[in-house]
């Protein structure tokens, strides 16, 4: 089997805590690659109103992550009904993919909310689970399930919002973003802003 990390998330913009994250989630949990799995829209954020277009965040990641040969940018839940369900996802993956052993990947606020995710206990039951820690929600890592580990990671205060805001600002963004995808960033962000 293939020990594939499963990264979700809108990525609006990606940015270099993304990265950073990925690699360490990529060597604490022994994987062979980590999927950047690009999510069209996150069920507990439909009232977002500044999420790029699907395929601008998708090209952006891929650009991002192409240096990276145990990277792969994925479209996959793109063509899946919205709104996303990582559960769904995870189904339909494993009927594509059954060479693969899927690990997912949440943030610790995701953790603290986790029983209110579509079908959690059958992901709890089937899928091995890293935390990554973020400000403002502690995990008690004696209280997790065998199959759920705590990374042991930095707090990356680098947040996509920010990044949007800066670029509506027109303050400079170089020290959070790949240098490879700064200027679609840019564009992307700055266009649908109207700098």
């Known amino acids: 089997m293939i020990r594939t990390g499963f990264y979700g998330g809108s990525f609006n913009p990606i940015h270099n805590g993304h990265l950073a994250l990925a690699r360490q989630f990529l060597n604490d949990m022994e994987l ?10 996150n069920p507990f954020k439909r009232n977002a109103r500044d ?11 891929r650009a991002a992550t192409a240096n990276e040969p145990r990277f792969c940018a994925t479209d996959y839940e793109l063509h899946l009904p919205t709104p996303s369900y990582t559960w769904q996802t995870l ?3 494993a009927h594509d993919e059954p060479q693969r052993s899927f690990v997912l990947l949440i943030g610790a606020d995701n953790w603290v909310s986790f029983p209110k995710w579509d ?6 039951e089937q899928y091995d689970i890293a935390i990554f820690p973020r400000r403002g929600y502690d995990v ?8 759920v580990t705590l990374l042991n990671t930095p707090l990356y205060d680098i947040s996509s919002t920010d990044i949007r805001h800066r ?7 170089d020290h959070l973003v790949p240098p490879a995808v700064k200027q679609m960033v840019m564009e992307a962000y700055g266009n649908d802003r109207g700098v």
């Not at 999420?51 to 990641?61: N, Q």
């Open 119 to 124: 079908h959690y206990e059958n992901i709890l």
């Open 167 to 173: 670029i509506a600002e027109g303050l400079p963004i």
């Open 91 to 93: 189904q339909a993956l």
């Open 51 to 61: 999420l790029m277009a699907d395929k601008a965040r998708f090209e952006i990641v």
């Open 140 to 147: 008690n890592p004696n209280t997790l399930p065998p199959n």
């Open 32 to 41: 062979d690659e980590v999927w950047f799995v690009v999510s069209p829209q």
